[in-house]
């Protein structure tokens, strides 16, 4: 089967950018076309809120190099003040980007439920697992135990579970990606404990500094 190559090209368009109306099919008009596109700049403020006055945010994090390759998660407790409470990263073994987030969340809440008696609320950038928690989505095989322990610690312990942007994940993040770099589990009790990275970030959600967010497409709040 023979394909010209604008019609290829036109293919292709269609499904980079969806949101453009393009009826040529020549090269020359195709060309053109891109040339003088210039997408529009959609932008969200994004920031580590703080928790209120008795309760504890606890904010986790799944790295994986590689999907499947070897993996890593992060997570950290903070309370009203956005200090530092506890903060953990450690080793998963070989999995795949959705495992090491739901891993993440489990080891999370298995410290949480049983060391921490106050309001929980816990934050993932990952909406694919707070669509599965919610059931949204249908969970795959894989990790349906994880699930479904997941939400039971979650009913039982009032646990409060929200989605947050990746740009206001950092801390999480980077204790993910710490464990990467050590490979090897590692606790941290205060803040004069973290490396100074962390520290610098804890520092920055503190003062309310906000993120922003650009995306070419507009932006939901619901969407990672």
């Known amino acids: 089967m023979v394909i010209h190559i604008e019609t290829a090209v036109h293919q292709v368009i269609r499904v ?3 949101w453009l109306r393009i009826q040529e099919h020549k090269w020359v008009d195709l060309i053109s076309t891109l040339g003088k596109y210039k997408p529009k700049l959609h932008h969200h403020i994004v920031k580590w809120e703080l928790p209120m006055t008795g309760s504890l945010k606890c ?22 003040k956005g200090d530092l409470c506890y903060a953990q990263a450690g080793v998963l073994g070989q999995t795949n980007n ?25 934050e ?60 090897r589990k590692v606790e941290y009790q205060s803040f004069k404990e973290l490396p100074s990275t962390g520290r610098k970030i804890i520092n920055t959600d503190k003062q309310q ?15 990672a």
């Open 16 to 18: 980079l950018y969806p």
């Open 59 to 80: 904010n986790t994090d799944g790295a994986t190099k590689g999907n499947p390759g070897p993996s890593f998660y992060g997570f950290c407790i903070r309370d009203h």
């Open 98 to 122: 959705v495992q090491a987030e739901a891993r993440a969340i489990l080891e999370a809440l298995r410290y949480w439920v049983t060391t921490v008696d106050a309001e929980k609320v816990l």
């Open 124 to 183: 993932t950038d990952s909406l694919t697992m707070i669509n599965f928690i919610k059931g949204v989505w249908r969970v795959p095989w894989e990790i349906s135990e994880i699930v479904e322990e997941i939400k039971t610690m979650i009913f039982k312990q009032g646990v409060k579970i929200q989605h947050i942007f990746r740009e206001g994940n950092q801390l999480a993040d980077f204790l993910a990606n710490h464990a990467a770099e050590i490979d």
């Open 209 to 223: 500094i906000p993120t922003l967010r650009i995306r070419t497409r507009k932006i939901n709040h619901h969407q």
